[in-house]
T-cell receptor
Framework: AQTVTQSQPEMSVQEAETVTLSCTYD???????LFWYKQPPSRQMILVIR??????QNATENRFSVNFQKAAKSFSLKISDSQLGDTAMYFC??????????????FGKGTHLIIQP | EAQVTQNPRYLITVTGKKLTVTCSQN?????MSWYRQDPGLGLRQIYY???????DKGDVPEGYKVSRKEKRNFPLILESPSPNQTSLYFC?????????????FGPGTRLTVT
């Protein structure tokens, strides 16, 4: 069974600062994907960024980037130039993809990120 | 517009009264799944389906049923709801064959069982 751990229940930074959210996971699988999802107060789940385990290069999407350390099973999210609209719950998620199929996303418990004006 | 829809968005019901939450996607995704979200627990998978007529249990399947008779629809059935099933429910879908696995979520259904 997979587990995903987010050790920071809540973080608060000033607007325009850079913030890093941590995530570690535990798995015996070799084929998997990792994701960060954002959940604003509207409760909608929004995909922020995706990382394939077989890719060494860290994924980047505009102000969002990850630091993927496969050996350490670490998958942190960095948000640069943070904006008020980044205030949300952030969930780290894992999916194993053995044999071309998939079971389901395993989520961490989330980090509540607050961007202060 | 590509989307996952859920109905109803809000539901208050009483213990034991059967209910169904519908989920539909228009992206021709093979994979569909149901999650529940509870404070402090994150999201947990209830059931998932790899394709039509193929369903499997997730981490918290007790008290729920699903069916996948058509590719686009994946309803969640609570035969005899209980107060501990009060939660926020999400349906999600994704491609499997194309190897992206990123799941698109519906807007959520807030269920209260009294």
């Amino acid at each position: 069974a997979q587990t995903v751990t987010q050790s920071q229940p809540e973080m608060s930074v000033q607007e325009a600062e850079t913030v890093t959210l941590s995530c570690t996971y535990d798995t015996s699988e070799s084929n998997y994907y990792l994701f960060w999802y954002k959940q604003p107060p509207s409760r909608q789940m929004i995909l922020v960024i995706r990382q394939e385990a077989y890719k060494q290069q860290n994924a980047t999407e505009n102000r969002f980037s990850v630091n993927f350390q496969k050996a350490a099973k670490s998958f942190s999210l960095k948000i640069s130039d943070s904006q008020l609209g980044d205030t949300a719950m952030y969930f780290c998620a894992f999916i194993a993809t053995a044999g071309g199929g998939a079971d389901g996303l395993t989520f961490g418990k989330g980090t509540h990120l607050i961007i202060q004006p | 517009e590509a989307q996952v829809t859920q109905n109803p968005r809000y539901l208050i019901t009483v213990t034991g009264k059967k209910l169904t939450v519908t989920c539909s996607q228009n992206m021709n995704h093979e994979y569909m799944s149901w999650y529940r979200q509870d404070p402090g627990l994150g999201l947990r998978q209830i059931y998932y389906s790899m394709n039509v007529e193929v369903t499997d249990k997730g981490d918290v399947p007790e008290g729920y049923k699903v069916s996948r008779k058509e590719k686009r629809n994946f309803p969640l059935i609570l035969e005899s709801p209980s107060p501990n099933q009060t939660s926020l429910y999400f349906c999600a879908s994704s491609f499997i064959q194309k190897g992206t696995y990123e799941q698109y979520f519906g807007p959520g259904t807030r269920l209260t069982v009294t």
